[in-house]
């Protein structure tokens, strides 16, 4: 065999090595529940969003039930 085909065989098993490896590390990997899928409520009669604020962890609402500008439109 002359020495460019023992190379191209080495890099093609150098390749497909990591390839496996690459696939054995990710199908062991758990995905954990994100802050999205925990739970949903919703507002109660006479509640409002006051705010809205946005942490590392996620994003805050901040209820209340007090309007302070209401305006009619008759």
Known sequence: MTLGVLLMAYVAA???LGMWL?????QGQQTAA?????GRFALKE???IVGVG????GL???LGDSVMEE????
């Open 71 to 74: 305006n009619s439109y008759d």
């Open 60 to 62: 805050d609402f901040y």
């Open 54 to 57: 946005e942490t590392p962890v």
């Open 34 to 38: 994100t802050a999205g899928t925990e």
């Open 22 to 26: 690459l696939l054995r590390s990710l």
């Open 46 to 48: 006479g509640q409002t």
């Open 14 to 16: 150098l390749y497909l």
